[in-house]
């Protein structure tokens, strides 16, 4: 079973490392008291340990056999699950979030490291195509070309403040990369340095148990702005992955692309996940409707990546009934603990500062919840002309807050949807009667967002084989890949094409006889293994 026992100390390739001197602790959000072992913080020298050990795995580790590899994946889940009380209890100690949230969010982590298993051992990631020769072609023969698609190398991945486990140290970007076949050295979020040891030690066993190369997987601990920039700076590193503020992706994206080698960063980062309301949906229940939306606006405190921070209502008496009851529903909600002091901070802030535009009313207010760091979800309302006129007022607060915003026809509402910037969710609320309305602007949302849905909310994101989450900028860095459900393997994959090679040269997966039986696309024709 892997250790609980906390070192304060990085895992680089397999070997506890005491770093520089320098340290940072963990802290109990709902205290701002300091968490015990200090973590310390290493060096560039060590760095490059790190970073080396992963480029000295790298072919080994690509090279793993089918079995071998999904079972590794299998194993690191075993292994979280092994120790996954303690994992939670030292998560809730770092986050302030509720246990029952940790609980699912350990099954998603470990869910998403067993889907990637099956993907690993369905194969159809190779995007195998074969192109056979054809010597007899006019006017030019066509020579045997076979392409298939072979891991980046190693993976620099970024813990994320507001998921200490799915979005972090085993989370989908290390899972999918790992499952690509590319070594991950991870970055620990600082918020939550111990839980990221105890599912650090989780991945390191597992890698000890099938004796893989120790460079497969190390994590660091260091300061973002130094570490975290050179972490991304190293030769080594083919690819980035990261959650985090539009702040910090920028920044690492401009540091990728200044490199002699740029390479992809893949940033989740900022997006206010606009909900549509049609005339339809306010002939139900409004109470029942202002409900929903309120628990989706303070789940985890707001702290989600798909929180609505829009919502779009009709002007009329209808829209004024429900913006009443999301008025009254909002007073029966308390803050929940912020993940750190800084985020509670940053969060107020933002609130002040919406609350000051002009134009711009508070429509319904909760109560503080207890502890220093949880404060009271907010609602606020204007109308579409102001918002449209306001850029303050699309900017992104991370928490438990949101803007209604009365809308007085479909042109101003297409107009509203236009403005925005790309956004992980769009979100309808509508009947059958609505469904010409929406159809005009479907192809807004289409070109805005990466996931649109009807007649739910965009909290909540299923890890399965259609999920995308990703959309264009500022939502993510780069709109064509998601970072959750199979499809975010892709990311760390890039294609090549084989030439004339003689069958014994050429990797099994593209060999005529397919003993790999994988389905492959064979002169443009889907031709499914036997």
């Known amino acids: 079973?892997?250790?609980?026992?906390?070192?304060?100390?990085?895992i680089i390739a397999g070997e506890t490392t005491?770093?520089?001197?320098?340290?940072?602790?963990?802290?109990?959000?709902?205290?701002?008291?300091?968490?015990?072992?200090?973590?310390?913080?290493?060096?560039?020298?060590?760095?490059?340990?790190?970073?080396?050990a992963a480029a000295e795995a790298f072919d080994a580790f690509r090279s793993l056999d089918v079995e071998t590899h999904a079972a590794f994946l299998e194993k690191i889940a075993e292994n979280i699950e092994a120790v996954g009380e303690a994992i939670v209890a030292r998560a809730m100690e770092e986050t302030g979030l509720p246990e029952a949230r940790l609980v699912g969010e350990r099954g998603r982590t470990c869910n998403q490291l067993r889907l990637f298993a099956q993907v690993v051992r369905t194969g159809d990631h190779r995007g195998v195509r074969v192109d056979p020769a054809l010597p007899d072609r006019k006017p030019l023969p066509r020579p045997d070309i076979r392409q298939r698609k072979i891991p980046l190398g190693p993976v620099a991945v970024f813990g994320a403040s507001n998921f200490p486990l799915a979005f972090s140290t085993a989370g989908g970007d290390t899972a999918s990369a790992l499952a690509a076949g590319c070594p991950v050295v991870f970055k620990a979020h600082n918020a939550h340095p111990g839980t990221s040891e105890l599912v650090g030690r989780a991945v390191t066993d597992a890698v000890k148990?099938?004796?893989?190369?120790?460079?497969?997987?190390?994590?660091?601990?260091?300061?973002?702005?130094?570490?975290?920039?050179a972490l991304v700076s190293d030769p080594a590193i083919k690819a980035v992955g990261f959650t985090g503020s539009r702040g910090g992706g920028t920044a690492l994206m401009a540091t990728a692309a200044a490199r002699r080698e740029p390479i992809p960063v893949y940033a989740e980062m900022s997006s206010i996940n606009p909900v549509f309301v049609f005339d339809g949906a306010l002939e139900g229940d409004l109470d029942e409707l202002a409900a929903a939306y309120l628990t989706s606006v303070t789940g985890s405190s707001g702290q989600l990546c798909t929180a609505p921070g829009l919502i779009f209502v009709p002007a009329g008496a209808r829209g004024d009934a429900f913006a009443g009851?999301?008025?009254?529903?909002?007073?029966?909600?308390?803050?929940?603990?912020?993940?750190?002091?800084?985020?509670?901070?940053?969060?107020?802030?933002g609130v002040a500062q919406l609350g000051e535009q002009d134009g711009v009313t508070q429509l319904g207010r909760g109560s503080d919840g207890p502890g220093e760091n949880a404060p009271a979800p907010a609602v606020f309302a204007t109308d579409a002309s102001t918002f449209l006129a306001n850029e303050v007022l699309h900017e992104e607060i991370f928490g438990a807050a949101s803007l209604v915003i009365r809308y007085n026809s479909a042109e101003e509402l297409a107009q509203a949807a236009e403005h925005l910037e790309g956004q992980l969710t769009a979100t309808l609320q509508l009947t059958e009667a609505d469904y010409p309305a929406a159809a005009t602007l479907l192809p807004i949302l289409e070109r805005k967002a990466g996931r649109v849905l009807a007649n739910g909310w965009p909290t909540g994101v299923d890890v399965g084989h259609a999920m995308v989450h990703g959309g264009p900028y500022p939502a993510t860095s780069d709109s064509r890949t998601t970072s959750v459900g199979s499809l975010a393997i892709d990311r760390f994959l890039r294609p090549v094409a084989y030439q004339n090679l003689p069958d014994q040269l050429l990797p099994a997966d593209l060999q005529a006889e397919n003993p790999r039986g994988l389905n492959r696309l064979v002169d443009g024709k889907l031709t499914l293994a036997e």
Do not use: K
């Not at 520089?20 to 300091?34: I, K, L, M, W």
């Open 18 to 52: 005491p770093g520089d001197g320098r340290t940072v602790n963990g802290f109990d959000p709902s205290t701002n008291e300091a968490l015990q072992p200090a973590y310390s913080l290493i060096n560039e020298e060590q760095l490059a340990a790190a970073t080396t």
């Open 209 to 229: 148990e099938f004796n893989l190369p120790a460079g497969v997987f190390s994590l660091i601990y260091g300061p973002g702005s130094t570490i975290g920039q």
């Open 1 to 10: 079973m892997p250790t609980t026992q906390l070192t304060g100390h990085s």
């Open 325 to 349: 009851a999301i008025s009254q529903a909002a007073t029966g909600h308390a803050g929940q603990t912020m993940l750190t002091a800084g985020i509670a901070g940053s969060w107020n802030d």
